[in-house]
């Protein structure tokens, strides 16, 4: 099993722009989530599934869209990239009533 | 909302010396998760911990949950270099989870 994957692992973009950053995972895990990582704030929830077709939004969902089409994929999009979303971008996923969450690898974006 | 906070921010130790941070939450939590992240990579899960006063180990390692479910610890024994790293904890509101600030643990050999 890979696990949890990201791509990319490093973006620049310049203010305005939009993308989209990939995640998937091969453990047929119901619940995946998007967190972003600041120096000194941990870890905070961007937009959580916890299905394919179901989504929700977290703690900071300001500038982000979501959809999940299958169980695997859970990608994040950037509308009008702003430099306050530098950041290290981190999906995750748990199987429904599970325990742990499994983070991917991790995207860092930089916004100038 | 929900709030949890670590302390310390920075914890820099010799090797062998022990260490400890602790979390605190807002609110009474479901259950509470500790996960470690080496410098460079991505958070990965140590413990949950769900009972009132629980108290786990894992080697050096020795977790507490607070009786009122709204505190918790990280003891390390005797740290090693491979200790160091950023832990942070993780209470569980709802169906999410709340994570804090995080504990970075510098080791000196």
Known sequence: NAGVTQTPKFQVLKTGQSMTLQCAQDMNHEYMSWYRQDPGMGLRLIHYSVGAGITDQGEVPNGYNVSRSTTEDFPLR???AAPSQTSVYFCASRATGGREQYFGPGTRLTVT | GQQVMQIPQYQHVQEGEDFTTYCNSSTTLSNIQWYKQRPGGHPVFLIQLVKSG???K???LTFQFGEAKKNSSLHITATQTTDVGTYFCAGRGGQ??????GTRLSVLP
């Open chain 1, 78 to 80: 950037l509308l009008s």
């Open chain 2, 54 to 56: 629980e108290v786990k």
């Open chain 2, 58 to 60: 894992q080697k050096r």
């Open chain 2, 96 to 101: 999410n989870f709340v994570f804090g600030p």
